[in-house]
């Protein structure tokens, strides 16, 4: 088994412990303490182990950005499948067929510079050029291709398990010469318009100078399909073609197209206003579930939420609500239970209210006034009143 398909194997997520990417509106405005509780109520409310992928959508543009179709990839193991071919049909001296083969691997790979490789397959079929020339007497064919080679890998070095003898003293001899000359080398001129985008040519990342001739210089923006292209003095690159942009995936394609660049389950979204955080979460090919609101003290209920744990309601195809500029739900205010309007004070006995005996002690002093007055008359009125016996019991 090869060294990077070892390496692969042991990059690869485990499939038993599912993968949750965790993804923040606007991350950068979101203190590090608050991201981190996210994460721990993550752990805290999950059944059982899983992995956790921060900052998730920043990798999963970088990757998007390395990413190449699969057709592609298809079609550059037939061209090594063709190469090896016409270098056997050399080794058996169809020299005739093995040209036309080799050419028309070299027409393919400029077409399709993108696929991986193709520096290294570029200078494979040179060097095969080179050998098939040198068979048939060209000399100044020969040293052409052998330069078209140095181009493209400058510090390169052949054996004679690859090239014949007289092949290799001639490639070291055009290597020297072209390194004697490395002053009078430049850099392609790459006009790219976006400040984060990476530039590699032939095979190394980074703008530097090159050796005169043809180079393949392929370009990568973040979220981004990658673009290349066969360039010998300058290049003016598309617009990018842009897969998955930078904060919450709104979108299931978006979604889906995160939960496969970094082989997720399942992708959790948060957002914060103010003190208030907002959460939801999406199953990879599934759906996105409610949003939970809350405070920052209560995100565990919320990490809950994201992860679908006690979520009875079925997945909605729509787009993620906690991205939506509309207003968020106000919190309820918890209340006790309504008071009861005060009852009237009750009614007093007629005989306890002041008014009556307001009355009633007029008419006393009335009477008693009235009996003084009247028992001050003379007998001859007809008429005699005694006050005692009227007071008395």
Not at 14 to 34: F, K, L, Q
Not at 181 to 202: C, G, H, Y
Request: charge should be neutral; include cysteine; aromatic fraction near 4%.
């Amino acid at each position: 088994m090869s060294s990077w398909l070892l390496v692969v194997l042991a990059l690869a997520p485990d499939p038993a412990v599912p993968s949750v990417g965790v993804v923040w509106y606007d991350e950068a405005t979101v203190a590090a303490a608050t991201k981190q509780r996210l994460i721990e109520g993550l752990r805290a409310r999950s059944s059982g182990p899983i992995e956790i992928v921060p900052d998730a959508i920043t990798r999963a543009r970088a990757i998007v950005a390395e990413q190449i179709p699969r057709a592609i990839v298809e079609h550059q193991a037939k061209r090594m499948q063709a190469i090896a071919d016409a270098e056997a049909a050399y080794r058996a001296g169809r020299l005739a067929g093995a040209f036309g083969s080799v050419i028309a691997v070299q027409g393919e790979l400029r077409r399709e510079p993108l696929a991986p490789g193709t520096t290294h397959l570029l200078v494979r079929t040179h060097l095969l050029v080179a050998q098939i020339h040198r068979a048939e007497g060209d000399a100044a064919a020969s040293d052409a291709a052998l330069s078209a080679a140095l181009a493209l890998d400058p510090d390169g070095r052949v054996s004679t398990r690859r090239l014949p003898p007289e092949l290799v003293e001639r490639h070291g001899a055009l290597r020297e010469k072209l390194q004697g000359e490395r002053a009078q080398w430049s850099e392609p001129s790459v006009f790219v318009r976006d400040a984060a985008a990476e530039i590699e040519i032939d095979g190394v990342v980074g703008m530097r100078p090159v050796p005169p001739g043809e180079h393949v210089v392929v370009v990568r923006r973040p979220g981004a399909a990658p673009v290349a292209a066969m360039v010998s003095t300058s290049w003016n690159v598309p617009l990018p073609t842009i897969e998955l942009g930078p904060g919450l995936p709104r979108t299931r394609q978006l979604a889906d197209r995160m939960c496969e660049a970094l082989a997720l389950q399942r992708i959790v979204l948060a957002r914060q206003r103010g003190d208030r955080i907002g959460v939801q979460g999406y199953e990879c090919a599934g759906g996105f579930g409610p949003p939970w609101f809350g405070d920052r003290a209560s995100i565990a209920d919320g990490a809950a939420t994201g992860l679908g744990i006690g979520v009875a309601v079925a997945f909605d195809d729509d787009v993620a609500l906690i991205a939506s500029a509309r207003p968020w739900p106000q919190p309820r205010v918890a209340t006790g239970p309504t008071p009861k309007p005060d009852a009237p004070p009750p009614k007093k006995p007629w005989y306890r209210r002041a008014w009556v005996w307001s009355l009633v002690g007029g008419v006393v002093a009335a009477g008693v006034v009235t009996g003084a007055v009247l028992g001050t008359r003379r007998e001859d009125d007809g008429l005699a009143v005694d006050a005692d016996s009227f007071l008395r019991p």
